[in-house]
Each structure stands twice: as C-alpha cells, then as structure tokens.
C-alpha cells in the first residue's frame, strides 16, 4: 500500500456520496468537538486579554508570555501520558475527569489576584487539556471506521478546535471589555455542561487488556525539559546569551530530553514508539504541525500588543479585525473532509502553509497608521485559509495507517507537536521581542513597533520552512 499521504479514498466505493451517523455518533461527536474548541478558545481569548492582565497585575511582556505558555507547556509536556492512558485505563473515565480538573482550575483563575497562582492555574488547565484532546481524537477514531467516515469526523473535529482558536479572538474581546476575568470565568459553565453531557452519550470502553506501564518518568522527564528549555529562552535576554546561567539552562535542559529519548528507548510502553516516526508522512505532520501552530500562536501574541499597544485599539475593535479569520476557519468544516478526499493531504497542508507564510510576510509592511482593508485584511484572510486547509488535513496525515491500539498515542503525537511547537516558538518571540528596545511605556509607538517586528519576521520564517520541510519528497514505504 502507498503512503497515505498519496491517498484520497482509495478505502472507499466511490459511488458512495455521503456519510450517514446515527444520532449517537452525532452527539458524541459534538461532545468531544465542544471540549476541543474550548481548548482553542480558552488559549485565544486569554491571548487577547494579556495587554489587560498585564495593566492590571503590573506585568511585564516576558511575564504575560508565561500566562500563555504555562498553559501550552502544561498541555505538550502530558499530550503523550494522556493519549496513552485513554488507551489504558478506559477513554471515557480520563476525558470526564481532565474536563472537571479544567472547570475547577478556570473558576480558580478567574477569581485570584496573584500572578504565580495565575500562571500556576494555566498550568493545571494545560495539563487537564492534555488528557482531553487526545482522548476525544482516540474516542473518534476508535468510534469512526476508518476511511471516508473518520476522515470526516476527523475533519470536523479539528476544525471546531480551530474555530474555537479563531472565534477566541472575538470571544475575548467582548469579555474583556467587561473584564480580563471572564476570559477565565466563561469556560466554566461550558466545561460542566460537557460533563453532564458526556456522562450520558460517550459510550462506556473497556480499559486496554495489554499488561499496563505508565512511563511516568518519561512523562516527568519531558515536562522538566520543556520547562527548562522555554524558561532558559525567555530569561536569556535579561541573563545575557553568554551567561553562566543561560548555557547551564540550555546544557541541563538538552541533558533531561536526552534522557527522555534513553527512557523510551527502554521502557516496555514508552511514550513515544519513535520508529512510529519512521513512516514518512507521520514525521512531516508532526513538523508540520510545530511550524503552523507555532508561527501562528507567536503571530498572535505579537499582533494582539501591536494593536493593542501600538495602534491603541480596543481589545473589541483588535477582535473584530481579526474575526474574517476566525469566519473561514470556522465555517470550512462541511467542506474540510470533501477537500481532503479530492486533492489529498499532502497538497492542502502545501496550500495552506503557503497562504500562511503569505499573510506573515505581508503584514510586515504594516506601520504605525496601517490602513486596514490593504494592510491587514489581505493577512488576516490568508492567515484563514491557511489554517482552515492546513489543519485538518495535518490531523488527518497523522493518523492514517495507524492501527486502533495505537491511535492514542498517534492523536497524542500529532497535538503535542502542536503545543510544543507553539511552547518553543512563543518562547523564542518572546527572546527577540525583550531583547530589542525598550520597555513599552519609554518609547514612541514606531520604536515599540520595532521592537515587535523581530516576532512576525519569525512567524514568517516558521511558517516558510515548515512547507520547506511538508514539500521535502519521502521514499514510498510498502505496508502489510
């Protein structure tokens, strides 16, 4: 069998014009959707609350950066454990406890006034989304026959997780014209109607019957070396890149992922089977994933401060000129399974990285008096398309040709990949941002943007050897 990249439908009849779900798999495919776009808005709304938490919590940029990276550590350091111990101890059971361990941490989050228990909950809530995301994509593909149908759910899946990214912006902006609270406060309510909800239509799974082991150390060892890698980065320009300090936390930080790499190496159930890499079309979603969600989570730290601060918009107005993306992403799910079949994976996610290095070198032109409709619109625009393409086709890529037993630990891959990518990019933004000028509140709006424009130029650069690395052609490996 060809690589699946290369595939469209070749599983399926090609009469076959549509699929039909039974209301059971209708509602438990919304019920996992719902969680997935939570996730996503809960990262884009905080996102375009931070000028606001800063204000008010006294916070600096290389702070708030933490606010969004907590959460995203939290959620690429554990994706692995929790796809694997769905596959384990029973999908159902570990979805509805991460999603109430998110409700609880979000009220918390709302409600306090110190920054280190802020950032602390974001954390927590990372860490419950670690357990969500790659249960809900295991409890599809272990629920979705594979081919047309999975592809579909798979499809509307991961668009409801980009949409919930997009419309966030939106999201945020309304909640925090009333206050930067809210963008904690609102997931709440959402998240326990989700677990009533999923208390009665996620069907019961047996735990796997394969003897267990948890890898925890592997789990340990990968959070401590992502925290250590990303807190080095940010500390970097305030410590000197020469410093003691920085080449210790750089040396200490490589010697723990090495160590990781030695644990699964050597465990019976290792986190990562890294030979699963050794199909081609898995290790480029994989660095697909790191350049489209990395370069787009920076793209939007650094725009939400450069019309928030820059240009003096409202969190409102700044929401309102990004919605068109947040429209195409969110209103492509019908289409996003039919696309995927005509032309492929592999073209889509070509299509989409192209449109979203596109839009990133674009909005450099921008100034401090950016005419919307030619400045930044025609980047909003494609930054939409790209990732309405890019995404779903990424997931679907990742998966496929992966047997059921393993699917947990293929969606776990594939989303950590994503907030990795998202963790270490964000970080590096983050570097280049504090180490170029002045505080904001010293300097005139074209020096602060200045100092911003470091951050797009490394969007742009991301999103372009990400497609460098998705074009790469890959020998066809035959499959029994």
Not at 1 to 9: A, I
Not at 268 to 282: A, D, M, N, T, Y
Not at 284 to 310: E, H, P
Not at 413 to 433: D, E, F, N, Y
Request: charged share 10%; hydrophobic share 55%; proline share 4%.
């Amino acid at each position: 069998m060809t690589s699946p990249t290369t595939l469209k439908t070749s599983t399926e009849p090609p009469l076959v014009s549509a699929v039909h779900w039974t209301r059971a798999q209708w509602l438990l495919l919304m019920v996992v959707c719902t969680v997935l776009a939570l996730d996503g808005l809960d990262v884009s709304m905080v996102g375009v609350a931070l000028p606001s938490i800063g204000q008010e919590l006294n916070l600096g940029t290389d702070s708030l950066q933490w606010i969004v990276s907590a959460y995203v550590l939290g959620y690429g350091s554990l994706l692995l454990l929790g796809g694997r111990l769905a596959d384990l101890l029973g999908r159902r059971r570990i979805f509805l406890i991460a999603l109430t361990v998110f409700a609880a941490a979000s009220l918390l989050g709302g409600l306090v006034d110190d920054p280190a228990i802020l950032i602390a909950t974001r954390f927590i809530k990372g860490l419950a989304a670690a357990f969500t995301a790659p249960t809900g994509f295991s409890i599809i593909t272990t629920n979705f026959a594979e081919g047309r149908e999975r592809n579909k759910a798979l499809s509307i899946f991961t668009t409801f997780g980009a949409s919930g990214f997009s419309l966030g912006l939106v999201v945020g902006g309304l909640m925090t014209s009333l206050s930067w609270r809210w963008t904690f406060l609102v997931s709440v309510p959402i998240a326990v109607v989700v677990v009533l909800l999923g208390m009665k239509f996620i069907p019961r799974d047996k735990p796997s019957v394969e003897e267990s082991g948890h890898d925890v150390w592997g789990a340990v060892t990968l959070a401590l070396g992502m925290l250590g890698l990303v807190y080095t980065l940010v500390s970097a320009p305030e410590q000197g890149w020469g410093s003691v300090a920085t080449i210790a936390g750089f040396a200490v930080s490589v010697a723990v992922l090495a160590a990781f790499a030695v644990i699964e190496n050597k465990v019976k159930h290792p986190l990562i089977r890294f030979s699963i890499l050794k199909e081609g079309w898995v290790a480029r979603a994989n660095l697909s994933a790191v350049g489209l969600f990395g370069s787009y989570l920076s793209f939007q730290f650094i725009v939400t401060m450069y019309l928030q601060s820059v240009l003096g918009w409202t969190p409102l107005g700044m929401a309102l000129a990004l919605l068109p993306a947040g429209l195409l992403v969110a209103t492509s799910a019908p289409f996003a399974d039919k696309l995927i079949e005509k032309f492929g994976a592999t073209q889509l996610i070509l299509a989409g990285l192209t449109a979203m290095g596109l839009g990133y070198v674009l909005f450099l032109r921008v100034g401090t008096t950016p005419n919307y409709v030619l400045d930044i619109l025609p980047s909003v625009v494609l930054l939409g398309v790209g990732f309405a393409l890019a995404f779903p086709s990424i997931n679907v890529q990742a998966t496929a040709g992966i047997k059921d037993s393993e699917q947990g630990l293929a969606a776990g891959l594939i989303q950590t990949s994503t907030q990795v990518g998202a963790a270490l990019v964000l970080a590096v933004t983050t570097a280049l941002v504090s180490g170029h000028g002045q505080a904001a509140e010293t300097v005139s709006a074209q020096a602060m943007l200045e100092q911003y424009r470091p951050g797009l130029i490394l969007s742009a650069a991301v999103a372009i050897a990400a497609l460098l690395v998705a074009a790469a052609p890959s020998r066809r490996r035959v499959r029994s």
